[in-house]
């Protein structure tokens, strides 16, 4: 590595946002010939021939005027990771991007999307492309960022909705569990102009910790205050319920919890499945880790409006335990298959690659090894669970299995490194300087998947936008605003030959 490329890699590293992370990067690819690889259309990790070929229609079409050959060739062909081409090994070789051929045809896509939704009555009827449109977004599907448990950890979910929010690839869907349900709940509370202020690490309340006195500890049962966690929760977070949330901010925050006692399943609460309930409480149960905090009850806007628990009988507690990325509920109600995971469970990270495809002797490692190890452990506890007579310790067998049997990875995946300077910080309340420290961590972790995530979402982004907007001129009324990128919108980035 000569003087130049060691300037790349060093400014890559002290590089404090995206732009100048990716100018060194790009560079860095440069140098080591990586345009021509962008540049070959031939690989065999995806389908060039056939991305290649449904290139040429849209163009042909759109240089055509055939609207509705057109039409027809996008509501047939639009299905996301078409021809593999989200196949993770295509974004390994070089660090900014992916073959130019399927960043091409991804715009042609978007660009073709806007083109038919702008298109005169008289050539594409209002009632024929609202119902094209929303076929089409239902087909194609969307994606979600989750957000899992990590206590103080979870500052680096902060990191990483800051990077994705300031290039507008936040997705509409958000899912936090635990630490992760503070953040979901705080963007997903605010317009995108107040969204834009908690980027700003001194605009938030993060200090959630405060140990009871001995005494208190005994009478609670819990170890920290419920009281303090409560008021940093109401700093953070606005007084809305799901559906008042959603109406505001246009995102659609998902928090799980779990139950405190027995016959119970964890619940996904979000303005579909509990509109009324408000997201403080929700929060505040996703949040209350067994023996740290007491189960909390829920509260729920009655019908006269007023604040009144939502069955009282029940308590609810950590997320996190039975359902830190509740993948299958999000398929089923918001149409989700594509799922961005940042992940900082301290009991997951050290099994948790920092890459995406497990190639290699030392990922195949380590992935036979909490196999192996996971396997042991859910054995031992299921054999336990049905022999041990002592039903005193049935709640604590159920929660350890409860969190064995869990799938903690999605389809991108955004962890922190594992260091005992973070497992030190884990239940304490952080300085400014370790806030900013836990935030740059989370944006740096981001920057090398971010043209990963935006060829994987942009198609889905743009469905979703302009379904909206005809939705509101049939309606008569402004669609919610969505974030969008200083360019204006959601779009994809070529890197080009500079040489």
Not at 329 to 357: C, D, K, M, Y
Request: glycine share 8%.
């Amino acid at each position: 590595m000569d003087r130049f490329e060691r300037e790349c890699v060093a400014a890559m590293q002290q590089a404090t946002d995206y732009a100048g992370w990716r100018e060194a990067a790009a560079e860095l690819d440069r140098r080591e010939g990586l345009d021509a690889w962008r540049e070959d259309d031939a690989s065999d990790d995806y389908d060039w021939r056939l991305i290649r070929s449904r290139l040429r229609q849209i163009r042909q079409y759109r240089e055509e005027g055939a609207h509705g050959k057109l039409i027809h060739h996008l509501r047939q062909g639009l299905h996301w990771n078409l021809g593999n081409t989200g196949n993770t090994a295509l974004y390994e070789v070089a660090r900014v991007g992916t073959k130019k051929l399927i960043t091409d045809y991804l715009q042609a896509v978007c660009d073709a999307l806007e083109h038919v939704a702008g298109l005169p009555e008289t050539d594409f009827g209002h009632v024929e492309k609202l119902r094209f449109f929303h076929d089409v977004a239902l087909s194609y599907g969307r994606s979600a960022l989750m957000l899992s448990g990590g206590a103080t950890l979870g500052l680096f979910h902060v990191g990483v909705v800051k990077a994705l929010f300031r290039e507008g690839l936040l997705p509409t869907v958000l899912s936090g569990s635990s630490a992760g349900s503070v953040v979901a709940a705080t963007v997903g509370s605010r317009t995108p102009e107040e969204a834009e202020e908690l980027m700003n690490p001194a605009n938030a309340y993060y200090h959630f910790w405060r140990i009871l006195p001995f005494k208190h500890i005994l009478q609670r049962r819990a170890l920290m205050d419920a009281n303090q966690l409560k008021r940093a929760i109401a700093k953070n977070v606005h007084d809305l319920t799901f559906e008042e949330a959603h109406a505001r901010s246009g995102r659609i925050v998902n928090i799980t919890v779990s139950p405190a006692g027995s016959n119970q399943a964890p619940r996904l609460l979000n303005y579909l499945t509990f509109p009324f309930l408000y997201l403080r409480e929700a929060v505040l149960a996703s949040c209350a880790v067994p023996l740290l905090f007491p189960p909390v009850m829920l509260m729920t806007r009655g019908d006269d409006g007023e604040r009144t628990p939502y069955m009282p009988l029940l308590r609810w507690n950590d997320g996190s335990l039975k359902s830190d990325l509740p993948m299958l509920r999000l398929r089923r109600l918001h149409n989700v298959n594509h799922f961005i995971v940042s992940q900082t469970n301290p009991h997951v990270l050290p099994f948790v690659s920092r890459g995406e495809a497990s190639r290699g002797l030392i990922h195949g490692t380590r992935d036979l090894t909490y196999s192996a190890a996971k396997g042991i452990a859910t054995g031992a506890l299921s054999f336990a669970r049905a022999n041990i007579p002592f039903s005193s310790l049935r709640q604590p067998l159920d929660t350890a299995a409860g969190l064995l049997d869990q799938d903690y990875r999605g389809h991108i995946n955004i962890v922190p490194e594992v260091s005992l300077w973070r497992y030190a910080n884990v239940t304490s309340n952080p300085t400014l300087e370790s806030i900013t420290r836990f935030m740059l961590e989370g944006e740096r972790s981001t920057w090398p998947r971010m043209e990963m995530i935006r060829n994987q979402t942009v198609v889905a982004q743009t469905l979703d936008r302009l379904l909206v907007r005809l939705e509101a001129e049939v309606l008569g009324s402004s669609p919610i605003p969505i974030p969008r990128p200083k360019n204006g919108k959601p779009g994809l980035r070529v890197v080009r030959n500079r040489g």
